[in-house]
């Protein structure tokens, strides 16, 4: 194969959390449209599957490249800004991390985030990252346009009045690659971010107001304990004054305690699980009330280094409390010694086909296990905690670990055979498939 794009050398690639590997025939780093058209019709005349991969930290296999791995390093920047409609397009292989520098100097900024910055534009869209609030959507839903190079080399520009739009969005990297995005910002803001202790069945039985009132709600749960971290952001102007921890507490507290000793305690319980309630509880008490004030981006996201493979679902927002504690309940029945906090969320409803908030106001239940515990342990609990998701109509996350296939999801997506229609006319020979895609989408 060759093209005016440069090729790299094969070799074993894996995910960010070792929950997926590929070996795949040729590594292609396009530059342009035009790169990406060539390296398609090569691929398609040497029989071969292309696949586009982000940052690789789905914990699913959608990114598993068997043939062509194509990655989107050369796919980056800002193209075009337009202050007026709040509007930027930028290459569709630009880090969320990135995304701040570009967007300051026009006073701009993403309406929501999810916690972790790592990924690109396109991998994130393409899997249905999101963060937290009921008036928010996932990153999907800022898309207003695209160019994305289909099945048969033909680059297709689609824009906000183009239907095939919401199929697109959010495409599971399966109806082409995208080269770049156009997004619906907003003028640059602040959040305040109030992080406070609480008591499980207090915080459950608050979760519908405090979604429902509250800007960005979250909290997390500390398995074997009664104890629950709550997150609340409120929005405010981007000329707010910073203020909370300086540097040198937020270092204490995001590096060497969230991530450093948590990491420490993490590696004794896989080690030793017997350790982990005890464990669990002195953190769940250590737990302590702050309040900080900084630009959108820095409150959003967080440093993450610790390793862990995760599952999450959406469930209607009501559903949220009773799935939590059948969760809590099947944790201790089953004597499972889990060491990373539940996390839970919530997300507007939107109309793009595939992303888990379609067409219903979405909570979200994410579930860990450290890198380090026992694979065939964590494995049972993701299935029990899916089975407890599945009976609640659940949605799985595209980019973390599930085991549904095609034949669930059309009964839980109403737009499911829709996205399948666009399919076939973006890549009627398959040219994007792989063993996940055909097993969420079919063949």
Same mark, same amino acid.
């Given at each position: ?24 025939? *040729? ?79 026009? $006073? ?51 824009? *906000? ?6 199929? #697109?969005?959010? $495409? ?23 992080? %406070?202790? +609480?008591? #499980? ?58 991530? +450093? ?24 008490? %250590? ?11 820095? #409150? ?71 890198? $380090? ?20 109509? +659940?949605?799985?996350?595209? +980019? ?44």
């Amino acid at each position: 194969m060759t093209s005016r794009d440069s090729a790299g050398t094969t070799g074993r690639w894996r995910n960010w959390g070792a929950t997926a590997t590929a070996d795949p025939v *040729s590594v292609r780093r396009p530059r342009s449209h035009a790169d990406v058209a060539q390296l398609i019709v090569d691929a398609r005349s040497h029989g071969l599957a292309v696949k586009p991969i982000g940052a690789g930290h789905s914990f699913s296999p959608i990114a598993v490249a068997p043939g062509v791995q194509v990655t989107s390093e050369n796919l980056r920047g800002l193209r075009t800004v337009d202050v007026d409609a709040a509007r930027v397009t930028v290459g569709a292989g630009t880090h969320l991390y990135e995304m701040p520098k570009l967007l300051a100097p026009h $006073g701009l900024a993403m309406p929501n985030l999810g916690d972790i910055d790592k990924q690109t534009l396109a991998g994130a869209t393409s899997t249905g990252t999101h963060g937290t609030g009921k008036a928010f959507g996932g990153i999907s839903t800022q898309i207003v346009g695209a160019t994305l190079v289909d099945g048969t080399g033909t680059v297709r520009q689609i824009d *906000s009045a183009d239907p095939d739009l919401k199929a #697109v969005a959010l $495409g599971l990297g399966a109806l082409g690659i995208v080269t770049e995005v156009t997004l619906q910002l907003v003028p640059a803001f602040t959040l305040t971010a109030v992080e %406070a202790p +609480g008591h #499980v069945e207090e915080v459950l039985e608050a979760f519908g107001d405090n979604v429902a009132h509250h800007d960005h709600y979250e909290f997390y749960w500390f398995p074997h304990t009664e104890c629950t971290l709550t997150k609340t952001n409120t929005r405010g102007p981007a000329d707010a004054a910073s203020s909370g921890p300086g540097k040198v507490r937020r270092y204490i507290d995001d590096e060497l305690l969230s991530n +450093g000793m948590f990491g420490a305690l993490c590696a004794i319980g896989a080690r030793w699980p017997r350790v982990v309630p005890a464990f669990n509880q002195i953190a769940g008490r %250590a737990l302590s009330a702050r309040t900080m004030t900084d630009v959108s981006t820095s #409150v959003f996201t967080s440093q993450r280094s610790v390793r862990f493979r995760e599952m999450e679902y959406a469930i209607p927002l009501d559903a949220v409390p009773a799935a939590l504690r059948e969760v809590r309940s099947m944790i201790e029945r089953r004597g499972y010694r889990v060491s990373f906090p539940i996390e839970v969320r919530a997300a507007a409803a939107d109309d793009l086909m595939l992303s888990t908030a379609s067409g219903r106001v979405s909570g979200y239940i994410a579930v860990h296990r450290y890198s $380090g515990d026992s694979r065939a342990d964590a494995q049972a609990y993701f299935d029990d905690v899916e089975a407890i998701m599945v009976g609640h109509e +659940g949605r799985p996350h595209w +980019g973390k670990m599930h085991t549904r296939d095609a034949d669930y999801l059309r009964g839980v997506y109403p737009r499911f055979d829709e996205f399948l229609a666009v399919r076939e006319r973006f890549d009627p020979d398959r040219v994007f498939t792989n063993p996940y895609l055909e097993r969420v989408l079919g063949r």
